[in-house]
């Protein structure tokens, strides 16, 4: 079955933006580069569709660049708007747990759970989310939007591989893991 990865960058505190919504913090400490992608191009090689809440579409949409990912199916959750779809963004107005489930049934690549913390949460509150990559940037931001809201369900993941890399960022890459009782 196809995998839902969230891949995302998150300060020390599980913070994901600043409280209004700027992500700078990312920008200034690791800039992407050709010695040093984060594991992004591999990821786009791997995923299809991309998966996203109406906060997070707005944010990219906000930045002065075309949409990232036209040649990918992006799924934009909202429970209030329903904007006309574009080719390659569809506005999904179901229940989103319910949806990720069917998605998943489909045939296809695998599914990169963008974000933000609001749609994070409930995917892994559904034990929807079949990996984590997180790239922890070293810094401590005080407040902001977290990388998941509570109430958050206790879920036990597996480091399964760490990465130090040279602009001072770790990449972790996170398997759920199922305890035995
Ligand atoms: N650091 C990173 O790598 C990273 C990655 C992704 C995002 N971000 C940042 O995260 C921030 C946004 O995160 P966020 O947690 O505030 O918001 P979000 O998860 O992106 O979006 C929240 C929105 O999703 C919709 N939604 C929520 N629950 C729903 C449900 N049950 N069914 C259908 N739609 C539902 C609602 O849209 P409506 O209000 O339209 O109903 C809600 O306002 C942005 O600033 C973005 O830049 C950072």
Redesign the pocket.
């Known amino acids: 079955m196809r995998k839902i990865i969230l891949y995302?960058?998150?300060s020390l505190d599980s913070f994901?933006?600043r409280t209004d919504?700027?992500?700078d913090f990312?920008d200034a400490l690791a800039p992407p580069s050709n010695t040093e992608d984060y594991g992004y191009n591999t990821l786009l090689g791997q995923i299809d569709s991309t998966l996203?809440?109406?906060?997070?579409?707005?944010?990219?949409m906000a930045m002065d660049m075309p949409f990232p990912y036209p040649d990918k199916k992006n799924y934009v959750?909202?429970?209030?708007?329903q904007q006309p779809s574009l080719d390659f963004v569809r506005w999904?107005?179901?229940?989103?747990v319910n949806f990720v489930k069917n998605l998943k049934q489909q045939e296809g690549k695998d599914i990169w759970l963008?974000?933000?913390?609001?749609?994070?949460t409930?995917l892994l509150n559904a034990q929807l989310i079949d990996e984590i990559q997180l790239?922890l940037v070293p810094i401590f931001l005080g407040e902001g939007?977290?990388l998941f809201?509570k109430p958050l369900h206790e879920s036990t993941f597996a480091i399964n591989k760490i990465k130090h890399c040279h602009t001072g960022l770790i990449m972790l890459q996170l398997l759920p893991r199922q305890l035995s009782t």
């Not at 996203?52 to 990219?60: E, L, N």
């Not at 999904?92 to 989103?96: A, K, P, R």
Request: aromatic share 4%.
């Open positions: 995302i960058a998150t994901i933006a919504g700027s992500i990312l996203m809440g109406r906060k997070t579409y707005d944010s990219i959750f909202s429970r209030t708007q999904i107005n179901d229940d989103v963008i974000g933000g913390g609001t749609i994070n409930l790239a939007i977290p809201e």
